[in-house]
């Protein structure tokens, strides 16, 4: 049996963490019921955080343009609907300030948004914000996080910590074991 997760990637700092991740969602899996299956989603902005040689050659990466260069004719594959019909869960680590707003107004111009706007609810989809501490305060930040909660979207809630500019405060991504112990549990593992 295989678990398929799908990791989204926006235009954060946090993004830096991705290799991390990777090697966390990996690390236990010979003593998981199921095999772990991952692709990456990321937003043109998120590339600027990692480096293709941090990612295993086995968990492919899509973008924006692998959307728009798969499809020519009607009965192309469409690439947002397939990976939100492939994955059975969407974590997207980092959510910035920016795919946040647009999440919640329900924008959806790239392949990070399209795939959340097409996702089945009937899923998991855990966002983990990461932003700077006054992003993170500005009062339209709450009102986002809650209409994402309001569509059963489960949020992975940022920590205090001293970020990448020098401020100290709330905006920092949760820390990779926590993001970990959130997906184990959406796929029915509550101990690892």
């Given at each position: 049996m295989e678990?398929?997760?799908?990791?989204g990637?926006?235009g954060?700092?946090?993004?830096?963490?991705l290799?991390?991740?990777?090697n966390?969602?990996?690390?236990?899996?010979?003593?998981l019921?199921?095999?772990?299956k991952?692709?990456?989603?990321?937003?043109e902005?998120?590339?600027h955080?990692?480096?293709?040689?941090?990612?295993?050659?086995?968990?492919?990466?899509?973008?924006d343009?692998?959307?728009?260069?798969?499809?020519?004719?009607?009965?192309?594959?469409?690439?947002?609907?397939?990976?939100?019909?492939?994955?059975?869960?969407?974590?997207?680590a980092?959510?910035?300030?920016?795919?946040?707003?647009?999440?919640?107004?329900?924008?959806?111009?790239?392949l990070?948004?399209?795939?959340?706007?097409?996702w089945d609810?009937?899923?998991?989809?855990?966002?983990?914000?990461?932003?700077?501490?006054?992003?993170?305060?500005h009062?339209?930040?709450a009102?986002?996080?809650?209409?994402?909660?309001?569509?059963?979207?489960?949020?992975?809630p940022?920590?205090?910590?001293?970020?990448?500019?020098?401020?100290?405060?709330?905006g920092?991504?949760?820390?990779?074991?926590?993001?970990?112990?959130h997906?184990?549990?959406?796929?029915?593992?509550?101990?690892?």
């Open positions: 678990k398929h997760v799908l990791i990637c926006t954060s700092v946090a993004t830096i963490k290799p991390l991740l990777l966390k969602i990996f690390e236990k899996e010979n003593d019921p199921w095999k772990i991952v692709k990456i989603v990321v937003s902005h998120a590339k955080f990692y480096t293709v040689s941090d990612v295993p050659t086995n968990v492919p990466i899509y973008c343009q692998d959307e728009w260069s798969s499809w020519t004719n009607r009965g192309d594959p469409v690439l947002h609907i397939d990976l939100s019909k492939w994955a059975d869960v969407f974590v997207i980092p959510l910035d300030a920016n795919t946040l707003a647009k999440l919640a107004q329900g924008l959806c111009d790239n990070v948004t399209c795939v959340a706007r097409a609810t009937s899923k998991p989809l855990l966002f983990c914000p990461a932003m700077n501490t006054r992003m993170w305060e009062p339209i930040t009102t986002h996080i809650e209409t994402l909660k309001s569509w059963g979207y489960k949020e992975v940022c920590i205090s910590k001293t970020l990448m500019c020098g401020d100290t405060g709330l920092a991504m949760a820390e990779v074991p926590t993001i970990i112990e997906i184990y549990s959406v796929l029915g593992l509550n101990k690892c």
